[in-house]
């Protein structure tokens, strides 16, 4: 019930291309989905969110969409740069308290020039 | 990174010793996290605080012990119980009830010789 099933494991796209990351969830209460981005080396850090009031949110390249019928969420990154190489992880919670995040295993993103 | 700081960057411990990992932030944050993360594997969640001297024990809490006797500081301490103690941990904090967002730190890589 606690799962947040992250795919692929890694991912190489060109520069340009539209890499896109999947993750599930099996618990119907959550409703706040994060991603984190990581560098080698470094803390995680957010780079966007969504709640399943709303089917797709932008924030600059990076899109979140949203299906919550079949309990679903994915990111794309239009026009990756290889400065976007980096570990992106997806999670999940119940929102507004101090629930915990539940986190997938990660993608580790290329993107070669 | 905010305003989390993480001390020190690397660790490096004979077995049998115990070791403890400096987290501060400055952010004013309620609840702060400890989180233990592997190659390949999602964050997972070692204990958590909601408010001073008062901590929950998360997925992963066996071998490990805290403490939180200052809103800003959340010391974690890894002791000779825990068996596979190399791993790169990262604390985290939230501003608690108002806001979902997870702040991560830089972490600290803690390599048992």
């Known amino acids: 019930q606690q799962q947040v099933k992250q795919s692929p494991q890694s991912l190489i796209v060109q520069k340009g291309g539209i890499p896109i990351i999947n993750c599930a969830y099996e618990n119907t209460a959550f409703d706040y989905f994060p991603w984190y981005q990581q560098f080698p080396g470094k803390g995680p850090a957010l780079l966007i969110a969504i709640r399943p009031d709303v089917s797709e949110k932008k924030e600059g390249r990076f899109t979140i969409s949203f299906n919550k019928s079949a309990k679903q969420f994915s990111l794309h990154i239009m026009d990756s740069q290889p400065g976007d190489s980096a570990t992106y992880f997806c999670?999940?919670?119940?929102?507004?308290?101090?629930?915990?995040?539940?986190f997938g295993t990660g993608t580790r993103l290329t993107i070669i020039p | 990174d905010g305003g989390i700081t993480q001390s020190p960057k690397y660790l490096f411990r004979k077995e049998g010793q115990n070791v403890t990992l400096s987290c501060e932030q400055n952010?004013?944050?309620?609840?702060m996290y400890w989180y233990r993360q592997d190659p390949g594997q999602g964050l997972r969640l070692i204990y958590y605080?909601?408010?001073?001297?008062?901590?929950q024990k998360g997925d992963i809490a066996e071998g490990y012990s805290v403490s939180r006797e200052k809103k800003e500081s959340f010391p974690l301490t890894v002791t000779s119980a825990q068996k596979n103690p190399t791993a790169f941990y990262l604390c985290a904090s939230k501003d608690t009830p108002t806001t979902d967002t997870q702040y991560f730190g830089p972490g600290t890589r803690l390599t048992v010789l």
């Open positions: 999670a999940a919670s119940r929102s507004f308290g101090n629930e915990k995040l539940t």
């Open positions: 952010l004013n944050h309620d609840a």
């Open positions: 605080s909601q408010i001073v001297n008062d901590f």
